[in-house]
């Protein structure tokens, strides 16, 4: 089994900054790509970012230029710095992860979300 410990959410004025964290911790053999989603109220989830094993980013178009998504090997750790912040960027902020097991299964895990809310 795996646990994700998500935290930085808040309140931001438009133009601010927030880092979200995201440790991934029991059986974990490897983590392969690792992700950062989000879901406004009444919206889809989408991807945000997202980050290959190798540490390869890739963004969507709506946060290119503004966030940057990294991780720590040695802490099973995704960190995603959100800067310049928009209103449009108010939503719940959750990691997915692909972790495998040391049953040596790859399985994709959700974090419990953590709340972003930039004012205007």
């Known amino acids: 089994q795996v646990q994700l410990a998500e935290s930085g959410g808040g309140l931001v004025q438009a133009g601010g900054s927030l880092r979200l964290s995201c440790a991934a911790s029991?059986?974990?053999?490897?983590?392969?790509?690792m992700a950062w989603y989000r879901q406004a109220p009444g919206k889809q989830r989408e991807l945000v970012a997202e980050?290959?094993?190798?540490?390869?980013?890739n963004y969507a178009d709506s946060v290119k230029g503004r966030f940057t998504i990294s991780r720590d090997n040695a802490k099973n750790t995704v960190y995603l710095q959100m800067n310049s912040l928009k209103p449009e960027d108010t939503a719940v902020y959750y990691c997915?992860?692909?972790?495998?097991?040391?049953?040596?299964?790859?399985?994709?895990?959700w974090g419990q979300g953590t709340q972003v809310t930039v004012s205007s």
């Open positions: 997915h992860p692909e972790v495998i097991s040391h049953d040596y299964i790859a399985r994709y895990y």
């Open positions: 029991g059986s974990i053999f490897r983590i392969n790509a």
């Open positions: 980050i290959t094993s190798g540490s390869n980013p």
